[in-house]
Nanobody, 123 residues
Framework: QVQLVESGGGLVQSGGSLRLSCVASGRGFNMYTMAWFRQVPGKEREQVASLSRLSVTTWYADSVKGRFTISRDNAKNAVYLQMNSLKPEDTAVYYC????????????????WGQGTQVTVSS
């Protein structure tokens, strides 16, 4: 399995942009569907985006659609989340995660997680 480390979080003004990175170590990154989640204290963790192992299929939560873009570079063992037009409601700890997907129509179990990176959007 792989280990994940996120970076790129920080403080940004409303309407600004941030690019989060997640770098994997270990064997097997190319086999994983990757996703980004976020969590606010007192609320359930929310999945915001996912990307299949060959970058053919993407998915976005309605709350971020049109503003966020997920991408990956398997040669660099990395996945990214470009966040534009940020809003205060986007403030959260963001996590990258990976899971094996055995069927195209079945969502993987995300069992490989990074430690998270804080994103704060000021009004």
């Amino acid at each position: 399995q792989v280990q994940l480390v996120e970076s790129g979080g920080g403080l940004v003004q409303s309407g600004g942009s941030l690019r989060l990175s997640c770098v994997a170590s270990g064997r097997g990154f190319n086999m994983y569907t990757m996703a980004w989640f976020r969590q606010v204290p007192g609320k359930e963790r929310e999945q915001v985006a996912s990307l299949s192992r060959l970058s053919v299929t993407t998915w976005y939560a309605d709350s971020v659609k049109g503003r966020f873009t997920i991408s990956r570079d398997n040669a660099k063992n990395a996945v990214y989340l470009q966040m534009n037009s940020l809003k205060p409601e986007d403030t959260a700890v963001y996590y990258c995660a990976g899971g094996l997907q055995f069927r195209a129509t079945v969502t993987p179990e995300y069992d490989i997680w990074g430690q998270g990176t804080q994103v704060t959007v000021s009004s």
